[in-house]
């Protein structure tokens, strides 16, 4: 909902549980008023008409308080714009109009002739905030920066920040640390939104799991970014963030030409880090992740059983396995193309290897259809190696400094997808290889950072940043329109590209190529912050560990850790003994019981990564599901009773495992034992309503 001030320059949006209000001064400077519980126009009049702060010389009377501050005039923080012309550095804008659209709100100043559209958008209690710029000038204008937004906290003692740092096998690990004066900057300098953060911040002063206000803003952008966290000398806390790290050139915009930020997101919730962690899974649910009312199947995949030692006969007998054990969709995954018999080669070269595949990918893909299996495949179509047939023909296609080395991770190159000649590639290569074969499923991978990310002969090279995420985006666009029925995965090395924008266009993700179970555990707690377990694909592979650290664990603790999330099965099935195939069929057949539950259900985070005993729990409707895993049992105590949560306590419910008929309320206050023993036990708990 949209109410407007009777002057006009007051405006209150609100959702069902939270209100955010702004007002413009008679000096056309944009000030925020509230961002927290649901209020009414009355209150936002009532803040507006507070006396100003009093004003000390040395000190800005606007800094921390407004909307989105420009750079120039009476100001001191960090600016959320900051552009060049020929002749004027800075901002010095005024309002023109407002428009009330729906749920949604544009602001519209103008200086200049650079335009500047201030974005909000309601959808449900998450604030959308974006903003356009447009050159309606002769001459071009350089932007230094252009966040998508700046938030502001009310004034409030003691905040503390949250975020989920990390690294390659290691992602969204969440720390909580209190703010202390000055500014926290996290970010991503490496081309794609990076293993290192995920685009998200979260700040409280004393919520707890459940109880407790918490504030989170998450941006929806998939190459470098910055956020900004700022405790201001007066107790203010303000948050900017948007595409590209350094403020050292975003893009220019020529006459006439124009940019969009990505969306940065926000959300209050009084409901503590779980209430906060459910109402941006419902978000992403209803409004970002594409058919989210759609369960994912549970896959295989050879990777870390395999390598990159493929052949049609091998992954066929994998696949029979892998139907015999309940699998829906088969993926295989590097090494079916080019030249590509290991990472130094064929990147770039998208049709089957002739001696892997002689027919193509379609008999492999038609048998994985009689077995009753979806089939899908990898691809990194960002990326090139030297040794390749893309490579000789077009070496002028990456991006490159002239005169300078061009650096190779990975034995691979960072194509250029700024370039108009460079997307149509891509694009006739994966609507050639989407149409070759029955392929249900696309892993799209992107395994390096930009490094010399230099395009010669353009006038601007900058832009490049901005515009390969923006190539990328429209050829999935692109893809996903003309292949309807494809499903797309993003994978970066694991989690290195997991953010609101690239998920609005793929239907889960790759969590970390860390697949110990262990492990696993910690970074689905910080990824959970955010995101649901819709989109957090999660594999049962070897033990021990073959991928990172020979861990030996029980079938059973593997299973119920990826369980979690999008089950998938990445062992190598063929050393597997009849007793394990057979366990992993009856896990399999469990998980696509709970699975609506999980995929679609409320998550309550009842113990943490950290102790012995982790477990959480989904609800969905009248059904709940409680997995629950001991890592070890210590001095002969049993696993504590977990406590349950999002039950109604006046009723009774069933339990699904042992037939124990148990009351809501003794569940929600005495919790229920989950009869765990010995090191690496795990259980599954299924109660229903009655
Ligand atoms: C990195 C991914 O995270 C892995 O799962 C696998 O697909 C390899 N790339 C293949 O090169």
Known sequence: MLEIGADGRIWLLSGPGSSYALRLTDGDELLHLHWGPRIALADAEALAALPAPRYWPFESQLDGHEEYPVEGGPRFVRPALSVRTEKRRGTEWAFEAYEADGEELRLRFTDSGLLINLHYRMRGDVVERWVTLANDGAAPVELLRADAATWTLPEREGWRLSQLHGRWAAESRLVRSGLTYGEKVIGSRRGHTGHQHLPWVALDTDATEERGEVYGCALAWSGSWRIAVAQLPDAQVQITGGAGYDDSGLLRLAAGETYTTPVFAGLWSDGGFGGASRAWHAYQRAYVIPDADRDRPVLYNSWEATGFGISEDQQRELARRAAATGVELFVVDDGWFGARTSDRAGLGDWTPNPDRFPGGLKPLADDVHALGMQFGIWVEPEMVNADSDLYRAHPDWVQYQPGRRRTEFRNQLVLNLARDDVQEYLWEQLDGLLSSAPIDYVKWDFNRCFTDAGWPGDAYPQRLWVDHVRALYGLLDRLRAAHPSVAFESCSGGGGRVDLGIMSRTDQ??????????????????????????????????????????????????????????????????????????????????????RPVVQRGDLYRLRGPEGGLSAVQYVLGDEAVVLALLQAQHHGEPAPPLRLRGLDPSATYECRETGGIHRGAVLLHHGLRPGLHGDFDATVIRLRRI
């Open 509 to 594: 993700v790759w969590t970390s190529d860390n697949t110990d179970p262990l492990d696993r555990l910690a970074i689905q707690h910080g990824f959970s912050q955010i995101h649901p377990a819709r989109v957090m694909a999660a594999w049962v592979t070897d033990s021990p560990n073959t991928q990172l650290n020979g861990r030996v664990s029980s079938l059973r603790f593997r299973f119920v850790s990826a369980m979690a999330g999008v089950l998938g099965v990445g062992g190598d099935l063929a050393e597997w003994t009849e007793e394990e195939l057979a366990e992993a069929r009856d896990w399999v057949d469990l998980y696509k019981e709970i």
